[in-house]
Nanobody
Framework: QVQLVESGGGSVQPVGSLRLSCAASGATLSYYAIGWFCQAPGKEREGVSCISSSGGSIVYADTVKNRFTISRDNAKNTVYLQINDQKPEDTAVYYC?????????????????WGQGTQVTVSS
């Protein structure tokens, strides 16, 4: 059974930074693309970034370009999301998800396995 576990969320002040981690068990992540999504209260879940199985292809939502960096360490079976220069509108639950093939996609419907999420709160 594939399980994804997010960690690294918390409360941070504006312009602060966090690094979220997505660790997998029951699957070898190097075969799959991984996406990060966020869901703010009262809003739909939306794609933030995704990375191909090899790490050679990366996509970012326009709203997070230049502030978010996705990376992966296949040896550790973990994908990361570095969030810099945080803004109050980044406040959301962040989920990682596994896509059943190697290529990138930013739509939630393209992903088959989801973690439970980690809360990020940006507030002064």
């Amino acid at each position: 059974q594939v399980q994804l576990v997010e960690s690294g969320g918390g409360s941070v002040q504006p312009v602060g930074s966090l690094r979220l981690s997505c660790a997998a068990s029951g699957a070898t992540l190097s075969y799959y693309a991984i996406g990060w999504f966020c869901q703010a209260p009262g809003k739909e879940r939306e794609g933030v970034s995704c990375i191909s199985s090899s790490g050679g292809s990366i996509v970012y939502a326009d709203t997070v370009k230049n502030r978010f960096t996705i990376s992966r360490d296949n040896a550790k079976n973990t994908v990361y999301l570095q969030i810099n220069d945080q803004k109050p509108e980044d406040t959301a639950v962040y989920y990682c998800a596994l896509r059943g093939n190697s290529g990138t996609a930013i739509s939630a419907g393209e992903y088959q396995r989801w973690g439970q999420g980690t809360q990020v709160t940006v507030s002064s």
